[in-house]
């Protein structure tokens, strides 16, 4: 038999947890709407709430508008901003980035460093070294910072901090979270770096501060890897093995250019991720040039679009026609009521159109799914991920 006093304790916890998410979500709520939005009482709420204005993780604000006619001006909620910070890390294909928020969301300090190692052992060893470089910079108190979120590529087994693939073979099969965690003495949990964007879409809102996030919605992400994370009824779907979402590895064309990550031929990556763009736009310049340029990023691609060079443009084209493809796929099978598409290529408002047309082409019926483009942000992934471990170290 289960103790009445356990039980207590846990729906304590599950309503402390519903209660700051509301309030992360909803920021300045009065005690009674956060009551009447959760089901639950107002003499409950109030308990709880208490037990944190005395810890100091919430101040109370005067509601600005208000019109004097329920009698006491009404107080609102929020979180005290200085009250903790968490770090946020992407290690991406070509670089690695970090910053550290507040309570609230707002950044203290962003940060770019050299791409990761190959090498396990001393990818986590330049990592440690960058994080306790950014926290050094941004000054804030160590002992205020409560968490540590990674997001990277690959299938991440975020309850347990575990690599299990990765394009790196070496980091594969590593305890990350875990090992960060005791060599830094902080919390930190890591996870798929398409998901923490996922999950913090549903947290801080999506791009549309005053527009509710819906409960199902779908976030299409483009770089040198390309993956669609499921969000459904407010929670990620990872899978078997954390394997939802790599829709990279979907074959496009069969018998296509072999895949240098997952070995299959024709895959999403193999024929439309920014690597693929880039070894392509470097054939352009060889044929033309007479020689590699090393240093040739995206950006450079873009650029050339932008002076209407017409080998670059169709070469941009036909890697939007196969994306659209696959986001078509995306929406005939699953129906979410968003997709937020994100990826450098997509500042480009012709190749936003491009893939909106394509896409609509490709869709089955009259389907009402919206389509939103996310602002490109460098440190996207790393503010996500801080994101991340807000909702998983601190709400949770």
Known sequence: MKKKGGNLKRVKRQNRSLIKEM???????????????????????????????????????????????????????????????????????????????????????????????????????????????????????????????????????????????????????????????????????????????????????????????PENFAYFFVSAGIACSLVIKDSVYTGYQAGAGELGHTVIIPDGPICKVCGNRGCLDAVAGERVILEEYQKILLARTGKKEPDITIKDVIQDFRNHDRQTRELLYLRVKYLAIALANIINYVSPQTVYVDGYIFQEDELRRRILEETRFNLYGKEKTEILFVPYDSFGGAKAAAFFAVKHIFIQ
């Not at 005290?80 to 991406?92: D, P, R, S, W």
């Not at 962003?110 to 060893?125: D, G, L, P, R, T």
Request: net charge negative; hydrophobic share 40%.
């Open 23 to 213: 309030i992360y979500k909803n920021r300045l709520i009065t005690r009674t709407e956060i009551a009447e939005r959760l089901s639950l009482t107002l003499p409950t709420v109030t308990t709880t709430v208490n037990q944190m204005l005395e810890e100091g993780i919430l101040v109370e604000k005067p509601i600005s508008d208000w019109n004097g006619e329920l009698g006491r001006r009404p107080v609102a909620l929020d979180f005290n901003e200085k009250q903790m910070y968490f770090v946020g890390v992407e290690l991406k294909p070509f670089d690695t980035a970090i910053c550290i928020i507040d309570l609230t969301g707002a950044v203290i300090v962003q940060e770019k460093f050299e791409v990761a190692s190959a090498v396990y052992s001393e990818m986590k060893q330049m990592l440690l070294q960058q994080i306790e470089e950014t926290i050094r910079i941004s000054k804030v108190n160590r002992q205020a910072i409560k968490g540590i979120g990674i997001g990277l590529s690959g299938l991440i087994q975020h309850e347990i901090g575990y690599i299990y693939r990765n394009i790196h073979s070496d980091w594969q099969e590593n305890y990350l979270g875990k090992e960060i965690m005791e060599e830094i003495g902080i919390r930190t949990v890591i996870e798929n770096n398409v998901r923490v964007r996922a999950v913090a879409t549903e947290l801080k809102g999506g791009i549309d501060q005053q527009k509710e996030i």
